[in-house]
C-alpha cells in the first residue's frame, strides 16, 4: 500500500467560510481520494495562514518530510494554487518529483505528475502554476490600492497600536477608537518621558509598577516614537494625516521625540562613567560634540572630538569648565 501526506491550506478567513473550508472541504475530499487509490496517510500538513513567510515555514516542513522519509510516495493536494503560487514552489514539487521519485495529485484539477509526465500534462501543471502566481499578484496588487486609497481619506489599513482598537461601526464602516485603560498606559509614558527625568528603563519599570504590565524597552522605544497617538500614520516609511481621535498633544510629542534624540549619542568605551557634561556641549568650531576622557586615573579632560577634521581643538578639565 502507498504511503502519501496531504497538504491542505486555506488563506483567508473568507475562503474557510465560503469556498475551500478546510473541515468541510478540502480534508474530507482529500483523505477520500488517498483512501480510493490505496494510500496511508502518514501526515497531515493543515494550516490556516495569509503571511507568505509562516505559509513558507509549513510548506517547506512538508517538504522536509517528504524527502526524509523514502517510503513516502505521494502529496496529496486540492489543487495547484493550494501548494504554490509562486515559482520558488514549483521548482521544489518538480525537485521531489524528479529527484526523489514522488507523485503529486492534485485532486479538484484531475493532475497527477511525476517523474515520468510529459507533454500536455506538464504544460498543465506549468499554466496552473503561472495563473496562480498572477492571481497573488493581483491580490497583492488590490491590497496595495486599496491601501493607498484609505490612507488618502485619512483612515488606517491595518491593526490599530497599543492605545486604540479597530471597530465596525452600525454604518458597517471600520473605524479606530482609543481603548481607555490603553490609552492611559501611553499618555502617562509621555508624560513621565516628558519630565526629562526618566530613561526608557525607568518608563519601562514604572508601566510594572503603576499597571503590572511587562513592557519590553523596545516596545517602550516603540510607543514613544509612534506619531499615531497625535494624528499621523505611519505606512512603508511615509507619513499620512488620520482622522482618529488623537490622546496625545503635538507639542507633547515633538518634545518627547526631542528628548529621546537627545541620548542618541555614539557608544564609547567611557559611556559608564559618571561624567559631569558628557553629551551637553558641542564644540563652537564645527559642531562635534565634546568629549570627556580620564588621564592619569583621576583628571578629567574634554575635548572636540575633531570627528570632520582636525582644528587644534584644546582641552579643558572639568574643574575648570565647572568653574
Not at 135 to 143: C, F, S, V
Not at 204 to 220: A, H, R
Not at 301 to 311: D, F, M, W
Amino acid at each position: 500500500m502507498t504511503k502519501a501526506v496531504i497538504l491542505a491550506r486555506v488563506s483567508t478567513q473568507k475562503q474557510e467560510k465560503e469556498g475551500l473550508s478546510l473541515k468541510d472541504i478540502q480534508l474530507p475530499v482529500l483523505r477520500d481520494y488517498a483512501r480510493d487509490k490505496g494510500s496511508t496517510v502518514e501526515q497531515e500538513f493543515v494550516f490556516s495562514e495569509t503571511a507568505d513567510n509562516k505559509i513558507r515555514k509549513k510548506f517547506d516542513e512538508m517538504v522536509d518530510y517528504v524527502k526524509t522519509n523514502e517510503d513516502i510516495k505521494a502529496i496529496v493536494a486540492y489543487r495547484v494554487d493550494r501548494i504554490t503560487r509562486n515559482f520558488r514552489d514549483a521548482v521544489s514539487i518538480d525537485d521531489l518529483r524528479l529527484n526523489f521519485n514522488k507523485e503529486i495529485h492534485f485532486v479538484h484539477d484531475r493532475l497527477v505528475i511525476s517523474k515520468g509526465t510529459i507533454g500536455r500534462d506538464i504544460q498543465d501543471w506549468d499554466t496552473k502554476v503561472y495563473l496562480a502566481k498572477q492571481y497573488l499578484n493581483r491580490l497583492k496588487e488590490d491590497a496595495t490600492y486599496s491601501a493607498s486609497t484609505m490612507l488618502r481619506n485619512g483612515l488606517l489599513p491595518g491593526k490599530a497600536p497599543y492605545g486604540y482598537r479597530n471597530i465596525i461601526q452600525q454604518d458597517k464602516k471600520k473605524w479606530v477608537v482609543p481603548e481607555p485603560v490603553e490609552t492611559t498606559v501611553v499618555q502617562k509614558m509621555y508624560e513621565w518621558y516628558g519630565t526629562e527625568c526618566s530613561s526608557l528603563l525607568k518608563i519601562k519599570d514604572m508601566v510594572k509598577e503603576t499597571f503590572n504590565l511587562n513592557f519590553s524597552n523596545g516596545y517602550v522605544d516603540f510607543i514613544l516614537k509612534n506619531p499615531f497617538y497625535c494624528g499621523t500614520m505611519l505606512y512603508d516609511g511615509e507619513q499620512y494625516p488620520h482622522g482618529y481621535e488623537r490622546i496625545i498633544p503635538r507639542e507633547l510629542f515633538d518634545k518627547v521625540q526631542a528628548i529621546k534624540n537627545g541620548y542618541m549619542k555614539k557608544h564609547s568605551k567611557f559611556a559608564g562613567l559618571p561624567y559631569l557634561y558628557r553629551g551637553l556641549i558641542q564644540c563652537a568650531d564645527c559642531g562635534c560634540l565634546i568629549t570627556p576622557e580620564k588621564k592619569k586615573g583621576k583628571y578629567v579632560y574634554y575635548h572636540c572630538t575633531e570627528y570632520n577634521g582636525k582644528h587644534g581643538a584644546k582641552w579643558v578639565r572639568e574643574e575648570e569648565l565647572t568653574a
